[in-house]
């Protein structure tokens, strides 16, 4: 990738920061953390602030890695203002749609900037139609198209099942964050990248039907 932009550098030196200062501070994260029941008494603050906090190192790793590989693509197509319109954009409806889903589970908490780094990841992706994936035990890189949709697909699996401890709905919601203000701020793709457009819309619409039969 070459050398770090510096607001891709800032992001994640301040997701470090906060959560290292979460990790050694209960008190800490708990008053910033994602949480129906504050949210619902006045502490919209915790929207934002959530989203700098991570449950242990693995979880920071994994969100600033995947923001290594892909927030300098994005930055590079349309500039850093968009970026970060993209990034913050996609943390508040990634955050929206847990509240929507939680919102009578006043109990609920979540962090971690998984809703902002997913809607960075699926702009790369429109930004970039052609790019590919390689994993440690996949070593034939792959479309990262396809990690979209399977990624979109397994978040709706997982928003239905609720048999883990993982924030699917943050997920999915920033990739739609991503994939929908990436397309407000670059139309030129509903051209240039039509199938790409096409096939990254169907897991949104497969949610938002079983939204409708109340599937979920």
Do not use: C
């Not at 994939?179 to 457009?197: D, K, Q």
């Amino acid at each position: 990738m070459g050398d770090l932009h510096p607001v891709t550098i800032v992001i994640i030196v301040l997701n470090a920061l906060v959560s290292l200062k979460g990790f050694n501070d209960f008190s800490f994260r708990e008053k910033y953390l994602f949480n129906i029941g504050a949210i619902r008494r006045g502490e919209q603050i915790r929207m934002i602030s959530s989203a700098f906090l991570h449950a242990n190192p693995p979880h920071l790793i994994f969100n600033m890695l995947t923001l290594y590989f892909f927030a300098d693509a994005v930055i590079f197509a349309l500039g850093t203002i968009n970026f970060i319109i993209i990034y913050v954009g996609s943390l508040l409806i990634g955050n929206l749609l847990s509240y929507f889903f939680h919102k009578d589970e006043y109990h609920y908490s979540a962090l971690g900037a998984s809703g902002a780094v997913s809607g960075i990841l699926y702009a790369a992706i429109l930004l970039n139609p052609e790019m590919k994936l390689a994993f440690i035990l996949i070593p034939i890189p792959i479309p990262a198209y396809v990690f979209g949709i399977g990624y979109l697909l397994y978040s709706i699996y997982g928003m239905r099942a609720q048999n883990d401890n993982i924030g699917h709905d943050a997920h999915f919601g920033g990739a739609v964050g991503g994939y929908l203000i990436t397309l407000f701020i670059a139309p030129f793709l509903l051209e240039t990248s039509t199938l790409m457009v096409i096939l990254l819309a169907i897991p949104i619409i497969i949610l938002f039907v079983m939204i409708k039969l109340g599937k979920i």
